[in-house]
């Protein structure tokens, strides 16, 4: 005690407690600002989450965006293309076939062509062929380049059938359904209206009713 006493007397006890309030306190200012930038630092984490969220919405919205207006593009072409009529030259380059006369079978119709018409068909057809002969055609490459082009258009021809038969099936069964829904609208609509005559019917009734007592108690002048 006699020293504490000294030491107060010194005004050293007090210098060394306010020394360590100052410590105090500067350790709670420590720890306040760690506090407030763990906060700041999470804080920003939180703020990159949030944009960083926001940005891969932003994406997924768009990669969306973009795949729903391929598709419907897709549908567009798609539907251009089953109804966009093949020309004869079209249906032979999509088969990667010639489209020079001269390769072609249609060079035995150019050379008869070149022969007067009241020919019989037999001197005309072995002058012709003798003319294929001095024009070093094959006859063999032309009835296969012939038996090609049948083969090509029968093709298209069928596929032709084929999407036919699908689309209108389709929009038949579209069709039935859109019938069975404007039924069961109509239907609707007519029990509708005998709903409205039922409810006018009672409340008129009523109102009529109600006007009656009014006139029972109220006689008009």
């Known amino acids: 005690m006699v020293a ?3 030491f107060e007397k010194l005004g050293l006890i007090e210098a060394v407690e306010e020394k360590n309030e100052e410590k105090e306190a500067l350790k709670d200012s420590v720890e306040n600002s760690e506090d407030v930038i763990d906060e700041l630092l999470n804080v920003k984490e939180i ?3 949030i944009v960083k969220r926001e ?10 965006d973009k795949d729903d207006i391929e598709n419907k593009l897709d549908v567009l072409i798609e539907s251009y293309e089953k109804n966009r009529l093949l020309s ?3 249906i032979y380059r999509n088969a990667r076939l010639t489209l020079d006369t001269k390769k072609s079978i249609f060079m035995v119709d150019i050379l008869s062509k070149t022969l007067p018409e009241n020919l019989p068909v037999d001197i005309k057809r072995g002058t012709v062929l003798s003319l294929m002969e001095v024009s070093e055609l094959n006859k063999d490459s032309l009835l296969n380049d012939a038996y090609q082009r049948i083969d090509s258009l029968n ?3 069928e596929e032709t059938v084929e999407t036919t038969e699908t689309i209108i099936n389709k929009n038949n069964m579209t069709i039935k359904e859109l019938k069975k829904r404007i039924s069961e609208l109509e239907k609707i609509n007519d029990e509708r209206v005998e709903f409205q005559k039922d409810q006018n019917t009672l409340i008129e009734y009523e109102i009529q009713k109600v006007i009656n007592l009014v006139d029972f108690v109220k006689p008009k002048k």
């Open 55 to 64: 940005e891969e919405i932003i994406e997924n919205q768009d990669k969306i």
């Open 88 to 90: 004869i030259d079209d």
């Open 4 to 6: 504490k006493n000294i």
């Open 155 to 157: 093709t298209v021809m």
């Open 47 to 49: 703020d990159e989450t």
